[in-house]
């Protein structure tokens, strides 16, 4: 991981060597049967592996998903992690099929890296985390201080946009993973940690004192993150995009991991007229995208819909402890809104 | 009619005499093995360049002009985010050849004295450069690397604890888990001339060492350089120093906000790099400088003894000029190693060429292939200049042979 210098570098002869990826990533999943994810390197709450050494998960579920689309199998997934840096160059070599990793959605990414967002599974902002006992209480107090900053992330240039556009100074450390922060922030190496929100909630979530450690109130940035396909390949993309797309759906319709075979068991005259679709039961949708008609099924079956795969690794009952905030339906104050399934 | 009769039979050139005879088979290879290099270096390139159009990506050296917009934290020279990407690898080149300098300067240091004390009579010396060698030569770099920034980062105080109740002491040096902060020399009306004496001071001592050495061969009358030397080096400076009322003051760090200010920085990713770059090459110097002392045979200095010169002279007028042929050569590589290996700096975050322009200008800009080969332009540079200059220092110490 401490490589990616060296990465970035294999890939750019790797770029030499293998043809590339291109028009046929479902072709070649369906050959390799598996799909091939790239999460974090470990951020709890997000991607972090359990007693068992299992990857799970906020983004690791939506690969367990995609999976489950695919294959009916929500193991059929190889995880890759990758650190910011190592991440699109993953990609684009066709390491991974898709990137379901803290990833922010920009136009210089989408158009520029030629990467596709296939939409938004969580809308972050960038803040500061410090120890309360600096006293520091926002962050335009923090001129002059060290900040650890991951490389290759957009925080990276958010943040020296905002010290220069506050006229404030500081001193960049740059590290390449959130453990990596984490001990130099602990180490007092540096006074203030700065990623998206979400990953400092749960990076103090793991601390021995979460209380001691401060989260500033500015959001300096807005941090769209969601899973990203190569640029190219519709047909791919359009699975990743409508699997996401059933999970919010599924919160919205209330198909839970529990329903969802009773329900998909019921005749189309009993259903709600978009679930029925959904689900496969009216329509030929799953041929539509290439995959069976009970794909929706499977993706729900895997880890619940968006409600209850936020619940299990983000929600107030986790020790992360985060609120759905505009990560809740439209219909419940928040920003969630898929696109109608027809 | 006439008959032939000419008795030469005209050389006939049949196919298969390229492989069959001698004359033409060596070339007939050879061409052969050029092409099969060819084509395969085509296939790399006409493939490199397909999957990049498949990619839709083209090849284009435009973003360097763009600016960087992030942030680096060691400067040699000025620059903020709204730079260009070009003056962010600069600001990495520099840094890279910073750590270069200072790793080889050290390294060298060392590895000499390792090199010596391992041949030392001294049992507990020699078996402790041993430990020194075969420890540093035999655990790979980067671990020595992460394992000094760890103590760095973790044994050392933080700023903070300078502060408030049972403050730790701040003096002029102030060692903390960011780094190390010694005084800097702040220059006053007046240093300019200081500085220009002194300057004067080396040529003059130059000149005094030549000047004894003619007068040495001419007459064998010895001058005591050493003594002479010593007392050019500081006496001018010094007096006008004072004479000129002192006008170079220091600046001592002192803890302002959240970190010192003033002072010169070391940083914590600096000094890691530094000492583990250092330590590592340094025993592999040190192996070569031992090799080297053993290669020049103990007879000569058995004669120089019987000669009736003293141990120290020995050494530096027949031994060390004899190994230094030996050690030469494979120094150059340890300092190309030592180069290439400050690569290895963003383990701790040093924002050396592989940092900014191989890193995060590689990563922010997407543009993998021109930035790898910028960077493996660069690098192949910085070695052949180093090889070149230490080829014209190795012309000048080898053993001249008529």
Known sequence: MKFMNLAAAAAAVGIFAVPAANAQTLGDIKERGVVNCGINTGLTGFAFTDENGNWQGFDV????????????????????????????????????DVLSRNTTWTLSRDVDLKLDFQGVNY??????????????????????????????????????????????????IPIETNAEAQQKYLAEACDV?????????????????????LILPEIISKEPLGPVTRHGDSEWSDIVRWTLNALIIGEEKGITADNVEEMASTSAEELDPEVARLLGVDGTYGEMLG?????????????????????????????????????ALYSNGGILYAPPFR | MSVVTSGDPQPVFRIDMLWTDERYRSLFIQVIAMMVLMLGVAWLVNNAIQNLSDLGKDFDFGFLSQPANYDINQRLIDYTS????????????????????????AATLI??????????????????????????????????????????????????????????????????????????????????IVVGVFIVSLIAIFFMRRWAKAKQVATGEQTPVFWIGLGLFF???????????????????ELKGFNFQGGIWMRD???????????????????????????????????????????????????????????????????????????????VGYMDATGTLGGITLNQTGREMECILLLMAFYLIVSLLISSVMNFYNSRVKLVER
């Open chain 1, 193 to 213: 940690y700065t990623t998206d929100a979400s990953g400092l909630a749960a990076t103090r979530a793991s601390f021995e004192n979460p209380g001691d450690h």
């Open chain 1, 291 to 327: 995959l069976e008609p009970n794909w929706a099924v499977s993706a729900i079956k895997a880890g619940g819909n968006y409600a209850e795969i936020f619940d299990e690794y983000l929600g107030p009952e986790t020790p992360i402890g985060l609120e759905r905030g505009l990560n």
């Open chain 2, 269 to 347: 990713s600096l000094i890691a790099l530094w000492l583990a770059l250092s330590l590592y090459t340094g025993a592999f110097i040190a192996e070569i400088v031992r090799a080297g002392i053993l290669s020049v045979s103990h007879g000569q200095t058995e004669a120089a003894y019987a000669l009736g010169l003293r141990p120290n002279r020995t050494m530096n007028l027949i031994i060390l000029p004899q190994a230094l042929r030996v050690i030469v050569p494979p120094l150059i590589s340890q300092f190309l190693n030592l180069t290439k290996n400050s690569s290895l700096a963003i383990a």
């Open chain 2, 111 to 192: 590895g000499v004295t390792a090199g010596v004390l391992r041949l030392s009579k001294n049992w507990l010396i020699a078996r402790l450069m041993t430990v020194y060698v075969e420890g540093f030569r035999n655990v790979p770099l980067l671990i020595w690397i992460l394992f000094i920034m760890a103590i760095v980062n973790e044994a050392l105080p933080s700023p903070r604890d300078f502060r408030g109740e049972n403050a730790l002491e701040a003096g002029s040096f102030v060692l903390t888990n960011r780094g190390v902060y010694i005084p800097a020399p702040v220059w006053e009306a007046g240093s300019s």
């Open chain 1, 61 to 96: 579920a939506l690969c367990k998903a995609i999976a489950a689309a695919v294959f009916g199998d929500p193991d059929a997934v190889e995880y890759t992690s990758l650190t910011g840096k190592t991440r699109f160059t993953a990609l684009a070599s066709g390491e991974v």
């Open chain 2, 235 to 253: 006496g001018p400076a010094l007096i006008a120093y004072f004479a000129f009322g002192m006008p170079i003051g220091l600046e001592h760090p």
């Open chain 1, 123 to 172: 809308y972050d902002g960038q803040g500061f985390m410090i120890p309360k006992g600096l006293g520091v209480t926002s962050a335009l107090e923090l001129d002059g201080a060290s900040v650890c900053i991951q490389t290759g992330t957009t925080t990276e240039l958010n943040l020296a946009d905002y010290f220069r556009a506050n006229n404030m100074s500081y001193e960049p």
């Open chain 2, 82 to 105: 709204r730079d260009t990407n070009a003056r962010a690898a600069a600001v990495g080149i520099l840094n890279t050849l910073l750590i270069a300098f200072l790793g080889c300067i």
